[in-house]
Structures are given as C-alpha cells and as structure tokens.
C-alpha cells in the first residue's frame, strides 16, 4: 500500500472510531451475569478465591517462591499460600497452570493526564521539546475534562499492562477543578494510586494551598485506593507545605545537587521522601538521600531517550538505595513495565561487563532478573509509602496479583519463571489483573470498561486540546 493508501486508511479508521455511536455509561453497563461470565460473576461475588497451582513469584524472601502453589484471597487480602489448601465449599477456584502468578507492578513516576499525548514526541529531548511544547503549551490548554479522560485512559491502560500501583504526578493543578478531575480519573479506573498534587499555571491556581481542601474532600479514610503526597520543587516553601500537611514529597532532581543539598541542610527532608531520576548527583546528595531515608525512581528508557542524563541505577546501588521503576510519560516511551525493567535489566550489566573488559577493581554484582522483578514490585511499594500494603505476595496484604500466561509459543517451554517474566514478557501475557482483590482484568479483557467509549473520548479532548495549543503530529514525520 502506498504512503497515502495507509494515511488515508489510519484517518478513516480514526473517524470511524471518533463517529461510532457511544455506549451510554463510560464503563460497561452490562454485567458479568448479562455477558454470560459465570466465572467472572463467582469472583465478583466471592468472599475467598483461590488461584491454584501456579508458579508463584512472591517476592517475599521469608516465604520464598514456588514451583507450583495456590494463592487464597480473602475479603481482599492475601490469607495463604502453599500446596493443598483445604478451602471452604464457597470458595472460587481458578486453575493457574501454566500461569506466573506476581505481585502488580508499581510504577513509581508517571504523568497520568498526559495520556492524551501519547508519542506527541517520538524524537523529543526534555529541553528544548518537552519543556517547550508539553510544559509551556500543550498542558497549559488543558481543561478539567482533558485532565479526566487523560487520566482514565492512561489508569486503564496500566492495569491493562498488569500494573495495579502508580506515583501519579499530577503537574495540571490549574484550578480546583482540574485537580478534581485528576482525582476523580484515579478513582473511576480503580487503580491504586498515591496521588502527588502538583503545581499549575494561570490565576485559578491555587497550588500549594489547595492541598488542604484537597486532603479533607479525598484522603480522609486511610481504607481506600487513593493516598496522597505532594510533588514540590527545590523552593523551600513547597517543601515546608508537604511537611505542613504532613505528606511525603515527591522531588524531581537531576545533574544540580546544590539545590539539593541546601533543602537537605534546612532539615526539609523526612523519610518516605521521593526523587525522580537522581541523574548524575554528587556522592553527597546521595548520602542525603540514603541518610534521610529518601527513595529514588528511574525510568532508563526515557532517561536515555530523551537526554535527562545517564541512569543512576548504579549510583543508587553503590550508595545502598535499591530503586523503583517508572515509565513517566508516553510522549515518548512506552509506558510499559516489561520494557522499562529489560532496559534496566541490560543497561546495569552492560556497564558492568564494560568495567570488567577494562580490568577495573572492585566491581559491583551483576543485577539479576529477581532483582529487577524486585524493583518493580516490592521496592515500588517501598518508594509510595505502601510497602505494609502492598509489593509482595504475603499473607495479610492486600490482594494485588497479576496472573501472567506463561504457555505461549515466545515463551515455551519456560526455563526461569524471573528470566521469562523480566527478559521474554510483554504486555500481551498478562491474562488476569486483581486489585484489593477485585478482578480488574479478567482472560484478557478489562472488567467492566467501555474501550471503545474511552478511545472516543480521548480522541475528542486530544482533537480540541492540540487545536487550542496550535500544536500539530505528523502522523507520518
């Protein structure tokens, strides 16, 4: 087909899309019962479920991990795992042969609303590109609605790719209303989110102040999916706000660690503080933040892709802080946990097996694939304060599971349960997705959504939004 055969082809397709007759609820009205899923029905239902006998990826050193095993979800939480658990007459099974059983992925930095401008940049750098057009234009014009669906989309698509935790860094703070729609967004995908109220632009802001309102309106339970930080810069005085609503911080800081250093010596940090990227500091501010008890969030992919600075997994490493994974936002990556651990997974190494080739000393461990699975599960929960909660399969915590199928040609036979989910995995393996519980995706399919209705939606709002900001894609260039 010729070049514009298939433009002509892809915008009749968008049109379709854009022109199909919505269903009336933005989730799918009809029920597990209407569908004709029994199954999806009894664990709807279900007090006690049992995923039974899968590979079972705990990540949970004093449990270990097994071979084959069953893992019991009770009103939400995680009560067993092992073989042959007598189960009560009520409970649900779901036979997990052939299935890698993992804690969900927690993704420790990510931009939700900008989910209307997925690969907006394709070739972009951070400065000038990112700063330029997504910072100082395209998020500028957004409105309360843009900010909904943005986030909704980008929500339903990482429970889509098994990831049932996010940091969601919400830089849209131009009013209270937007700030509402950001919330509101996280709420109706049913992730679980630590939710850092950001900054905003124009005279309805009302960042940081609103954060108070904010805490009363959302955040009074501590029996819900939603937590909140606040996202601050190096000024001091957003600072002493988190520390006013006594919050965790969440700091992006790269390449200038004087700033850092000076907040650090005011006595602004506190631990369970968060900071993004950590490219290139000096060997001071990394003993504040290990010091501080701070955590730390890489996103290789889009470090290197878009000029944010070499990858400071090492860094973090030698100076005893284990990271968390992000994917930040889908301008330019792909916000996909399977490849941002592979790119960490191979870029450790790689600059490892360089040192050897030079006959360094002293050398530090090659990074294992459990490792990796660890940073992405167990350390993301550390990083949003959620680790008692959530981040490994053990008894007593909430049920966050994704079950992965694991007998696909690209994967069979399965040689490492670690290797096959960090190295061969993709978003397509993942088959069933559970939050507090709850099946959030189920054989394949999100569980109650509209796709269709939501794509119309985002395609509406990114339509208007890019015309508002004058900003034109080539969807070819």
């Not at 009363?216 to 005085?237: H, I, K, W």
């Not at 973090?316 to 994917?327: E, I, K, N, Q, Y």
């Not at 007593?396 to 989910?421: H, M, Q, S, Y």
């Amino acid at each position: 087909m010729s070049t514009s055969g298939r433009r002509r082809t892809f915008l009749k397709m968008g049109a379709g899309l854009a022109a199909a007759a919505p269903f009336a609820p933005l989730f799918s009205g009809a029920s597990a019962a209407q569908t004709g899923d029994g199954e999806l029905l009894a664990l709807q239902r279900a007090r006690r479920i049992r995923l039974a006998r899968g590979i079972v990826l705990t990540l949970d050193r004093r449990i270990g991990d097994f071979v084959s095993a069953d893992v019991v979800i009770e009103d939400g939480k995680i009560s067993a795992i092992g073989q042959n658990i007598p189960s009560p007459p009520d409970t649900v099974v779901v036979d997990c042969v052939n299935r890698i059983i993992i804690p969900g992925f927690v993704d420790t930095h990510v931009h939700s609303y900008q989910g209307l401008l997925r690969s907006t940049l394709p070739n972009g750098l951070v400065d000038p590109d990112y700063n330029r057009d997504i910072q100082n234009n395209l998020t500028l014009k957004y409105s309360p609605s843009d900010v909904h669906i943005g986030e909704l989309i980008t929500a339903l698509a990482m429970i889509d790719m098994g990831t049932t935790t996010i940091v969601d860094i919400a830089q849209i703070s131009h009013s209270p209303e937007h700030s509402d729609a950001c919330i509101r967004g996280l709420q109706e995908s049913g992730i679980r989110a630590l939710h850092a109220y950001s900054r905003g632009a124009g005279p309805a802001a009302r960042y940081p102040q609103d954060i108070g309102r904010i805490q009363r309106a959302y955040f009074n339970s501590r029996d819900q999916l939603l937590t909140l930080a606040m996202a601050v810069s190096t000024d001091p005085a957003t600072l002493r706000a988190a520390r006013g609503a006594n919050v965790p911080a969440v700091l992006h800081i790269r390449v200038e660690s004087e700033p850092f250093l000076q907040l650090g010596r005011a006595g602004l940090f506190r631990d369970g503080d968060l900071f993004i990227h950590a490219t290139h500091m000096n060997d001071a501010a990394w003993r504040l933040i290990k010091d501080t008890g701070g955590r730390v969030s890489q996103c290789p992919p889009l470090e290197m892709a878009m000029g944010h600075g070499y990858p400071a997994i090492q860094d973090a490493l030698d100076h005893g802080v284990r990271p968390s994974l992000s994917t930040d936002h889908s301008a330019t990556v792909a916000q996909d946990m399977f490849g941002v651990m592979r790119s960490a997974f191979s870029f450790q190494r790689l600059n490892i097996l360089q040192r050897r080739m030079r006959n360094e000393q002293n050398i530090p461990p090659l990074l294992t694939c459990r490792e990796v699975l660890e940073f992405a599960t167990l350390q993301g929960a550390r990083c949003a304060n959620l680790d008692s909660r959530i981040g490994t399969l053990s008894p007593g915590k909430e049920a966050d599971i994704v079950v992965l199928k694991a007998d696909r040609l690209d994967l069979w036979p399965v040689g490492n349960a670690f290797g096959t989910v960090v190295n061969l995995m993709n978003p397509s393996h993942v088959e069933s997705v559970f939050i507090a519980g709850k099946p959030k995706k189920w054989r394949g399919a999100l569980v109650g959504v509209d796709p269709q209705r939501v794509m119309r939606l985002a395609s509406e709002a990114h339509d208007g939004l890019l015309r508002r900001a004058n900003f034109r894609v080539d969807l070819l260039g």
